[in-house]
């Protein structure tokens, strides 16, 4: 791998990074270029061609996986849990993790509870994200 190559994906891996740990924060594409050094053009372009999807549909990924884990785990509100993830209206919420899940959170709470409640095994989010994910 030349230094360039090298150079690049460290400056992507600094942006995911940052994405991985402010996912509930405002974040833009121009503030993510700025994070790696680069045009926001060429951020956008290459952080694609790095880790197979947008920035912004990773972003989302990101909050959506963090807020299974919350409809999981707790009993809190379903637009409480939009909005601690980073999501700006429920509406969003709502069409994003069902096209990422393939359910609405409703539904996934309601099956996630069954599923505890009859001693299913609990599925780490990382397979199911890995499961649901579409393939193109």
Known sequence: MSRASED????????????????AQPLDVPALARIAHVSQAHFTRTFRAT????????????????????LRETDR??????????FASPGTFSRTF????GRSPREYRKEAG???ETGA????TCFT????????
């Open 129 to 136: 994200m890995a499961w649901t994910r579409p393939h193109t």
């Open 98 to 101: 069902r096209d990422i899940v």
């Open 8 to 23: 690049t994906n460290r400056r992507m891996l600094r942006a995911r990074d940052a994405m991985d740990r402010s996912y």
């Open 114 to 116: 069954r599923a505890a």
């Open 77 to 86: 509100n379903i637009t409480d849990i939009c909005f601690e993830v980073g």
């Open 51 to 70: 880790f197979g999807e947008t920035p912004h549909r990773y972003l989302q990924r990101r909050r959506v996986e963090r807020a299974m884990s919350l």
């Open 121 to 124: 095994a609990a599925v780490p």
